[in-house]
């Protein structure tokens, strides 16, 4: 295994390493790394489907997508696609996976299939060091709020990118503003621009200035690292420690990723 940083303070590349030769007796090696390095890119992957999600379920429980119904032989599987002729992209808000679930998932896997020619790059922030870059004084403001994240907050059809649908109703869910990982104790910030709608028990319109505010400050550059995607890169984040968003740069191609989404296990 041949591991490269992907930035100063977050992320790893892993090369020469086949996560075939991964089971039960050996696994507590990837949960290491994503629990010290918070995201983890291992290239060069050649795994059918059932194996990735063999291979999953060694991480944790799947957390099921409310909007498709995955793919036709792995539920499991919710394939995101941006056809050529499509100019919207999913997922190019900063978020964290699925927030408006009582239980969201702590994991997320994409395996990467087909990839534009140049762009389609993923960003990641490192919540867990923007939280620690706040002042003493905001940091005793948001510690105790908790926040109303929403499934609907901005009129998207995310269904257009997803190979099967599932009709679902706008779902919402409260959380703490800041994440304690279970794990860890590491603090993160938890609110993100996609899904935070308000804090609990005050307006969107009291609520707005401050969930402005830290969504754009883990945007800043310097808690920020990018994946540039090649065909059979996976990559796996601790969505408790991290934010992500999907740039929308390869206008007039095709891009095609397998998601997992997944539960720790106690
Ligand atoms: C996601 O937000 O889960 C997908 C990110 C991507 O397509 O790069």
Redesign the pocket.
């Known amino acids: 295994m041949r591991i490269n940083n992907l930035s100063t303070h977050f992320g790893i590349e892993v090369n020469d390493f086949d996560l075939m030769d991964i089971n039960s007796d050996n696994i507590s090696v990837i949960k290491d790394l994503l629990l010290k390095n918070q995201i983890l890119v291992i290239r060069d992957q050649k795994l059918s489907l059932d194996k990735y999600k063999e291979i999953s379920l060694l991480l944790g429980d799947i957390t099921f997508y409310p909007f498709s119904k995955g793919l036709p032989d792995h539920p499991e599987i919710v394939q995101?696609r941006k056809e050529k002729h499509q100019h919207k992209?999913?997922?190019e808000m900063w978020?964290t996976?699925s927030t408006y679930l009582d239980n969201p998932p702590d994991f997320?896997m994409?395996y990467a299939e087909v990839v534009p020619p140049m762009g389609g790059d993923?960003v990641f922030s490192n919540t867990v060091k923007a939280y620690n870059e706040l002042s003493d004084a905001m940091k005793i403001v948001i510690d105790n709020l908790e926040c109303i994240n929403v499934s609907d907050l901005h009129s998207q059809d995310r269904t257009q990118h997803l190979a099967t649908i599932q009709e679902s109703k706008a779902l919402s869910s409260i959380h703490p503003v800041v994440m304690k990982h279970p794990k860890t104790g590491v603090k993160s910030i938890y609110v993100n621009e996609e899904h935070t709608h308000s804090f609990n028990g005050m307006t969107r319109a009291e609520s707005k200035g401050l969930i402005d505010y830290l969504t754009n400050f883990i945007k800043r550059s310097e808690f920020t690292l990018r994946v540039n995607w090649k065909p059979g890169t996976i990559a796996i984040w601790d969505n408790r420690t991290t934010q992500?968003?999907?740039v929308n740069d390869y206008h007039g191609h095709l891009?095609v990723?397998n998601?997992i989404t997944l539960q720790d296990y106690n």
């Open positions: 995101i992209n999913f997922s978020h996976d997320t994409l993923t992500h968003h999907a891009r990723m998601r």
